[in-house]
T-cell receptor, first 112, second 113 residues
Framework: KQEVTQIPAALSVPEGENLVLNCSFT??????LQWFRQDPGKGLTSLLL?????REQTSGRLNASLDKSSGRSTLYIAASQPGDSATYLC???????????FGKGTTLSVSS | GAGVSQTPSNKVTEKGKYVELRCDPI?????LYWYRQSLGQGPEFLIY????????DSGLPNDRFFAVRPEGSVSTLKIQRTERGDSAVYLC???????????FGPGTRLTVL
């Protein structure tokens, strides 16, 4: 059974710092991996999708990497801003390649 | 174009009642998913539709939960004889097709008293 773990559970940094969020998964047979952002009381906003054949994706200040063989992904946020404060969720597809299996998230707080 | 929408945004009901939650996916998206999120947890998969048919309902917790998508667009999640443990945020997502990026709606917060 696929399990997704995100470390750390919470992170506080001052504005301007570069930071890395970690995601690990137990079964390397995934179709893709998706990173989301969730603001309190809101739905999920898709940040980046990495296909299983890819090793990384970039969007603005965000860079996500994928190492299928080791079951790991990282989300790198450059020059963090207070507006980046949110919970970041990592999710991988199930073995059927359809539903997403989520970690519990990392709650990020960026102080000005 | 509009994103995924869900109604109602909040639903309070009493134990034992029946509820329906509605999801309007992004136009043209054939894949539709329902998830449930409890406080402090990531979303948990409930059911996946490809077109009108439920291609994977392995996440439905029991037979009190049922979902339909009769015309391949709007979907309704139905919960019978609600229990306090059903209280959660119910999220809907859609995608162009299976295996593609999933886009989520704002969710329906269900509270069972």
């Amino acid at each position: 059974k696929q399990e997704v773990t995100q470390i750390p559970a919470a992170l506080s940094v001052p504005e301007g710092e570069n930071l890395v969020l970690n995601c690990s998964f137990t079964d390397s047979a995934i179709y893709n991996l998706q990173w989301f952002r969730q603001d309190p009381g809101k739905g999920l906003t898709s940040l980046l999708l990495i296909q299983s054949s890819q090793r990384e994706q970039t969007s603005g200040r965000l860079n996500a990497s994928l190492d299928k063989s080791s079951g790991r992904s990282t989300l790198y946020i450059a020059a963090s801003q207070p507006g980046d404060s949110a919970t970041y969720l990592c999710a991988v597809t199930n073995q059927a390649g359809t539903a997403l299996i989520f970690g519990k998230g990392t709650t990020l707080s960026v102080s000005s | 174009g509009a994103g995924v929408s869900q109604t109602p945004s909040n639903k309070v009901t009493e134990k034992g009642k029946y509820v329906e939650l509605r999801c309007d996916p992004i136009s043209g998206h054939t894949a539709l998913y329902w998830y449930r999120q409890s406080l402090g947890q990531g979303p948990e998969f409930l059911i996946y539709f490809q077109g009108t048919g439920a291609a994977d309902d392995s996440g439905l917790p029991n037979d009190r939960f049922f979902a339909v998508r009769p015309e391949g667009s709007v979907s309704t999640l139905k919960i019978q004889r609600t229990e306090r443990g059903d209280s959660a945020v119910y999220l809907c997502a859609s995608g162009r097709d299976a295996y593609n990026e999933q886009f989520f709606g704002p969710g329906t917060r269900l509270t069972v008293l």
